[in-house]
T-cell receptor, first 114, second 112 residues
């Protein structure tokens, strides 16, 4: 069973479109995250939710809107896609927000905007 | 978050031990030392973490210097599958929203 699963794995879309990426975890964790890895391979945190509440919101364009319908799901909706949004997006989860907990990551969604 | 410094890359031979160093001279008393790795085309994977004492698990060992200003991730017998980018990360325990901030990491190559 996959612990943190993301769909789709690949997404190719045109500029200006709106798209969503879904994430689900079956680990019973209460905290979920979205990370972005750009072409230079830097991983940056975007958002974090704890029990459906937004707790971390980094400097991300407001075209990006996370939604957590329950603590097992964290989706990412992106409006008006731009070329610079092309990246690999990783979802992750952890049990708790403290520094003593490790994260479990999904396998990523490669978004290509053309 | 306090910074870590890692070499850009390291090479090892298969079936030999690998010691991956990390310097964190500005570490604070409540910073946990975390290690993650990212295999090609995969998501990051938790390896190990510790606070003050050395730690062992099925994947690796973490040796923490007495002054905590450096640490070493030890892979006891490298395999080709261990070729990855390894990230040494400090997580400040705020008691609330402690986040995982990735740096450049060290790229480990394993020779057959």
């Amino acid at each position: 069973d996959t612990a943190v699963s993301q769909t789709p794995k690949y997404l190719v879309t045109q500029m200006g479109n709106d798209k969503s990426i879904k994430c689900e975890q079956n680990l019973g964790h209460d905290t979920m995250y979205w990370y972005k890895q750009d072409s230079k391979k830097f991983l940056k945190i975007m958002f974090s939710y704890n029990n459906k509440e937004l707790i971390i919101n980094e400097t991300v364009p407001n075209r990006f809107s996370p939604k957590s319908p329950d603590k097992a799901h964290l989706n990412l909706h992106i409006n008006s896609l731009e070329l610079g949004d092309s990246a690999v997006y990783f979802c992750a989860s952890s049990q708790g927000r403290k520094a003593n907990y490790g994260y479990t990551f999904g396998s990523g969604t490669r978004l290509t905007v053309v | 978050d306090a910074k870590t410094t890692q070499p850009n890359s390291m090479e090892s031979n298969e079936e030999e031990p690998v010691h991956l160093p990390c310097n964190h001279s500005t570490i604070s008393g409540t910073d946990y030392i975390h290690w993650y790795r990212q295999l090609p085309s995969q998501g990051p994977e938790y390896v190990i973490h510790g606070l003050t004492s050395n730690v062992n698990n099925r994947m690796a060992s973490l040796a923490i210097a007495e002054d905590r200003k450096s640490s070493t991730l030890i892979l006891h017998r490298a395999t080709l599958r261990d070729a990855a980018v390894y990230y040494c990360i400090l997580r400040f325990d705020t008691g609330a929203n402690s986040k995982l901030t990735f740096g450049k990491g060290i790229t480990l190559s394993v020779r057959p």
